[in-house]
């Protein structure tokens, strides 16, 4: 080795090993024989050391020794990559962690497996299932034995569809997730997220992103459950389960931290972070409820979004943060910036430097510092000359270390190194990610049931499209690096139903590039097929030659060669297919073939002037890692399609916003050039068989207290295949004192039926179902009638019953 090289590795490494003497395990105190870790290394057991202890004696204890600057390092969360650097099999830890220690005592690292372009960790230098335990434990204990308290950290992931990181099972993105319209589902696919990061050291999961989507310009529809609150707030729940389990096992439970709160996903123009246009009752009755759910579900940290909300920026927002989320829905855990928020209260104009931000943005009730940009400077200043009370700090300190402690980090703060890579992208979890993409695929269209197609029948299917055979394109943001074998393309899928020799493939054009080098393979493909299934739509795949935002969003770029036209920072002016696709699509058109469909994407695309050419249409959205076979066990008929729009697919970007449920006034049914109504519908999807509604029987209960409606349908499956229906339930409150939407979801149920089968589908509402936002938080139900509705979709209500409540019934 080079003298420099020897020279480098020592004023890198060194400070770790020549730093710290103590070792972190465990130890049996000598009066009461309790084994505990010396934290402080004092030679005693202190009481926040100790494991039978309840946890707020543990609190107090601990935060009667801290330092004011051990204090603000609990609210700060640093950027978790920097911390290591891999060397073959090896993970080292670098000088940045020391130096952090040592200035800030920091608490909490974001991202210490993640990897992505921005990140620049690729499968060579990232953390695998292998590695990652180890560097976890690695890293914990250097800090318990370099740091005075020995305060463990939280370690915080990515966590939408799947842990952000190497190797691990890729699921659908959240709005495929709610497509699925089943909550055991979505609870089980969160249960194997929660373990497979957990396994690898992980405490903390970001998700569910419970943002209301109603405009898809915003570049980050694909992360959310859609359009409709009620919907949003119930994936938000199941997900909330999965993560935290219901008794909360510190060994296998991910807290959740729910996002963005609040208004993020309804801004003007759909443009990311802008200002959200919204009134008091509109936020009551449409954004907040999820969150609300989301916390009553268990949820335990909550991040603030980076947009302003009639001038209050959210990470500075007192009304929200602490009147709404803690006065009033009585949140118990911590709350989060989005990154580097809190300096962006500059830019939004009401601060005129650091300090003022980290001052105005702890008072309102934000507890950490994501990237830890402002509060590490500015904080324990802000205490010293009095304008941040030490009772607010020591409130913000003890939510972090609370959770620090339920989670077990002071009484076992390592992880079995053997566990995850059995654990990650099982064999279980692989077949779960391949059935929540079968349950999301949505039928939009079917023209003379040319689906399914039959398998083994000698006929030439021709593939083609930019995303047949593209694997990061089956994905979605917030994916890590993946190997070629992990991911099942398109066509994978389709050649792993039918002979080979039977498949014919042709990219034919890019998403976004407009060169035509590949157009006339796809034609001559197109010519020798019987069928030709094309696989069009989006792209959230980011490379290694893109720019980022400080935030982590991408730059938009103008750059043709990049598929990118999704995910964070890429918000559309427009929702056409981008590139060459529809001049492609219209070209194989002239040959006279069969068409079918595959849309794979991010958020809704216009379908005008397509519709007209294919035959069938399938929505897969981002499918993830399982998503070709999926696909293919939809087109070959060994999965019948039972996914549901849970967001509007529009005619034109003229319509938008264009959603379901808007106030039943403005003559939201025509413009002079088109419709108003959407192309597609909420809840609307088709099926390779058919359902039938009967004898809706409807009882109404009424109580001092409260009332229930038991609604009873029969559902008869009136076709010739197996199939799943979802039943969908709507209300209208027919006459009330504040104007009402003409319909809202209430209640759904999936159901399987075989063919020639009938099921009975029950549901209960009470007063939360019924009730109406009032004045300075006061929820009521309105004495009069209300409209129930159930149907297959949003607008196709199948029966209609009315009910009249006599008694006024108030819900705080």
């Known amino acids: 080795m080079k003298l420099a090289n020897i020279i480098f590795v020592l004023l890198v490494f060194f400070p770790f090993y020549a730093k710290g003497k103590e070792t972190a395990k465990l130890v049996k105190d000598k009066k009461t024989n309790i084994l505990f870790y010396d934290l402080n290394k004092n030679g005693k057991m202190d009481i926040y050391e100790n494991p039978t202890l309840d946890i707020e004696s543990r609190v107090e204890d601990i935060l009667s020794q801290m330092t004011l600057e051990e204090k603000v ?13 891999r060397v073959g099999d090896d993970v080292r830890l670098t000088k940045r962690l020391t130096e952090e220690l040592d200035k800030y005592h920091i608490g909490s690292l974001w991202g210490f497996m993640r990897a992505d372009p921005w990140t620049q960790r690729t499968l060579k230098t990232g953390l695998n299932p292998t590695l990652a335990p180890k560097a976890v434990n690695k890293l914990q204990r250097y800090v318990i034995e370099n740091t005075r308290l020995g305060i463990p950290l939280f370690l915080a992931e990515e966590c939408p569809h799947g842990h952000m990181a190497i190797g691990t099972t890729v699921f659908p993105t959240s709005i495929g997730q709610s497509s699925t319209w089943n909550l055991k589902l979505i609870e089980q696919m ?31 529809v694909e992360e959310t459950y859609g359009e409709d609150p009620f919907l949003i707030g119930k994936m ?75 001038g209050i920026p959210s990470t500075a927002n007192y009304h929200l943060l602490t009147k709404v989320l803690r006065n009033r829905w ?51 200043e802000a205490v010293k000359k009095g304008d941040v009370s030490p009772a607010v700090l020591d409130q913000s300190v003890s939510r972090i270390l609370r959770l620090k402690f339920r989670m077990g980090l002071f009484d076992n703060p390592f992880v079995d190194e053997k566990a995850a890579p059995e654990m990650v992208a099982n064999s279980e979890h692989l077949e779960l990610a391949r059935e929540v993409a079968r349950q999301s ?75 035509r080098i590949g157009i006339r393979d796809a034609l001559n493909a197109a010519a020798s097929a019987d069928v030709v299934i094309m696989v069009m739509g989006g792209s959230s795949a980011r490379d290694f030659s893109s720019e980022y935002e400080e935030t982590g969003a991408a730059k938009v770029s103008a750059n043709l060669i990049s598929d990118m036209e999704s995910g964070e920072g890429y918000d559309r002016a427009t929702l056409n297919l981008m590139g060459l696709q529809l001049e492609l699509i219209q070209e194989i058109k002239k040959l006279g073939k069969p068409i079918i469909l595959v849309l794979i994407k991010g958020r809704p695309l216009l379908l005008e002037g397509i519709i007209q050419e294919v035959d069938a249409i399938i929505d897969a959205w981002y499918p ?132 020639g089968e009938s099921q009975i589908v029950t549901f209960t509402l009470n007063k939360k179902s019924m009730m109406l936002y009032m004045q300075d938080d006061e929820w009521v139900v309105e004495p009069g009638s209300f409209s129930l509705m159930i149907g297959s979709s949003s607008q196709d209500i199948r029966l209609q019953h009315k009910i009249y409540v006599t008694q006024k019934y108030c819900l705080k």
């Not at 199941?238 to 510190?250: E, H, K, T, W, Y």
């Not at 197996?722 to 709507?730: C, I, K, T």
């Open 73 to 85: 390092g609990q609210m700060l969360t640093s950027l978790g990559w920097h911390m290591y650097e």
């Open 190 to 220: 969160g249960r194997a997220v929660a373990k497979e990061a957990r396994a690898q050291g992980a405490h903390i999961g970001y998700g569910p992103v419970l943002d209301l989507a109603r405009d898809p310009r915003w570049s980050r």
């Open 236 to 310: 938000g729940e199941a997900l909330v389960r999965g993560f935290q389990g219901d008794n909360f096992n510190p060994g296998e439970s991910l807290l959740s931290t729910l996002k963005h709160f609040a208004s993020y996903g309804w801004t003007e123009g759909g443009h990311n972070g802008a200002s959200a246009h919204v009134g008091m009752r509109e936020m009551e009755e449409a954004i907040l409820p999820p969150f609300r759910e989301a916390i009553n579900a268990g949820a335990l940290s909550v991040m603030s979004s980076y947009n302003e909300i009639d």
């Open 330 to 380: 009585g949140f118990q855990g911590f709350t989060i910036s989005d990154l580097r928020s809190i300096g962006r209260l500059r830019e939004h104009g009401v601060a005129a430097s650091d300090y003022e931000a980290a001052v105005k943005a702890v008072n309102a009730g934000l507890d950490n510092d994501l990237g830890m940009n402002v509060y590490g400077d500015q904080l324990g």
């Open 441 to 515: 695929i949505v039928l939009l269209k079917n023209r003379n049931n040319i689906l399914p197609l039959k398998k083994n029948c000698s006929k030439k299917i021709a593939v083609i499209g930019p995303n047949a055979d593209n694997i990061y394109n089956m994905l979605g943001d917030y994916t890590a690096p993946q190997t070629t074998a992990s991911v099942v393309t398109v066509l994978e899928g389709i050649k792993n139903k039918v002979d080979n020799e039977d498949v014919i493939y042709a990219k034919g054009c890019a998403i976004r590039d407009t060169s």
């Open 624 to 755: 993830g890692m399982q998503g070709g076979n999926a696909l293919a066990d939809v087109l070959f008929g060994d999965y019948n399609p039972g996914g549901r729009l849970s967001i509007s697919i529009p005619r034109s970007v003229g319509q938008l916003p264009v959603y379901y449920n808007p106030k039943r006034t403005g003559n939201r049914n025509k413009y002079l050039e088109e419709v108003g109504v959407p192309r597609y519908c909420f809840g609307y999807g088709l099926s390779y068989t058919s359902f039938e509604y009967s004898d809706m029987e409807v009882t109404l209960n009424e109580t001092t207290d409260d009332c229930t409606v038991n609604i009873r349908v029969k559902i008869v499956n009136a076709g010739q295949k197996s199939g799943d229906e979802v039943v969908q339930l709507y209300i209208c409150d027919d006459v009330s004192s504040y104007t009402t939407p003409a319909k809202q979801l209430r209640a759904f149920e999936r159901i399987h039926l075989e063919a």
